[in-house]
């Protein structure tokens, strides 16, 4: 999939290549020190909460219920049937709202609760990469990539519960894995079909890119974009690729995700409650375990129980992080690139004894 961090990484790669014949001043490396002790809770806020901690509440959320109220008169008794009844509507999901979704995180703990369940995550992700370079070893690393996932599932099925759930002090982490045969039981299908999703999503626009001639990749790596210039062919070509590579997270991925997502949270123990309203029975799909039910939900009624209003709210989420995004990436470009400019004028151009151009900078 052709992502921003991979062709970010390629044009920073190609900088690298042929570097500025200049050297900094002390005041700089303050500058973009600076700069990094500011960047790093503002990029783990949207890397980690608002791209993982939000859509997993989101998917778990279920709608508050209409109900009608019976109406009554001055009395106690009720009113005749041809009277009106007034019937209650549902108050606004919490995820429907990034500034309500962070005031509710906000008040677990203060400003810190946005990187609950971060140290764990990373864990998770060490494991899994343990997991797919041993598995790597003898099968390809695709299939070894699904093996660690559910591998790993009783971990990752954990994270969701702490990230859906109030803190529970005096219990650690591994204290609250639930039964690892429930976890498979429960996760292998829609975990096998989240792998699928995010390969077809990313292998299909490749092979789109690849068609058309658009050759997307190699051209940023070999830093033809420098010399040569857009095409409206190509900036068409460039707009089906991105467009299919969207399309596929859409309609797979988010899906997919979400399904999952609801599944890991029907294993949630029954004394603990979730920040947002859930409906653990699944719309009376999900009998409890000790009524001879399986104790978790399918990956079918995880998907059927979320209505077209719930949808709409989780791709609504993720556009509105696209565009968070977006504004703080624009951001701070504007505050590096300014660095920049104040760096440059501290600097006198001129030749050394080579002919070659330097930079005495103060």
């Known amino acids: 999939m052709f992502s921003t961090v991979t062709i ?34 503002v990029l783990l806020i949207f890397g980690y909460t608002l791209q993982h901690v939000y859509p997993t509440l989101a998917a778990v959320e279920d709608p508050l219920p209409a109900y009608e109220a019976l109406a009554m008169n001055d009395d106690g008794t009720p009113k005749a049937d041809n009277d009106p009844i007034r019937t209650a509507q549902p108050g606004k999901p919490i995820t429907s709202s990034i500034r309500a979704t962070n005031r509710l995180i906000r008040s677990l703990g203060g400003w810190l609760s946005n990187f609950r369940g971060l140290g764990y995550s990373i864990v998770i992700g060490f494991f899994t990469l343990t997991a797919l370079g041993v598995f790597s070893v003898v099968l390809p690393v695709r ?62 626009p490749e092979l789109l890119d690849h068609v058309i001639g658009l050759q997307l990749r190699d051209r940023i790596n070999g830093g033809r974009f420098r010399d040569e210039p857009l095409h409206g062919s190509d900036i068409a070509k460039i707009l089906a690729v991105v467009g299919l ?54 990956f079918g009624a995880a998907i059927k129980t979320i209505p077209v209003a719930s949808w709409v709210r989780i791709y609504l989420l993720r556009v509105k992080v696209f565009a968070v995004g977006m504004g703080v990436y624009a951001l701070m470009g504007v505050i590096v690139a300014g660095q920049l400019l104040l760096v440059r004028r501290m600097c006198d151009g001129g030749e050394n004894e080579d002919g070659e151009k330097v930079f005495k900078c103060y």
């Open 8 to 41: 970010g990484h390629s044009l920073a790669k190609r900088f690298t290549e042929d570097p500025p014949q200049w050297k900094l001043p002390t005041t700089a490396y303050f500058l973009f020190l600076g700069d990094f002790l500011l960047f790093l809770p």
């Open 143 to 204: 299939i070894a990539h699904l093996l660690a996932l559910i591998a790993l599932a009783p971990l990752s099925t954990t994270w969701t519960h702490i990230v859906i759930t109030a803190p529970t002090p005096g219990k650690s982490f591994f204290q609250r894995i639930p039964s690892p045969r429930k976890v498979y039981l429960a996760t292998w299908l829609p975990t096998i079909l989240l792998w699928a999703a995010a390969h077809v999503s990313a292998l299909l």
């Open 245 to 298: 590579s969207v399309a596929l997270q859409a309609l797979l991925v988010i899906p997919s995700h979400a399904a999952l997502t609801r599944v890991q949270a029907s294993l949630l123990p029954a004394d603990q409650d979730t920040l947002v309203p859930f409906d653990r029975s699944f719309a009376g799909r999900v009998e409890p375990e000790v009524v001879t039910g399986k104790g978790f939900a399918t």
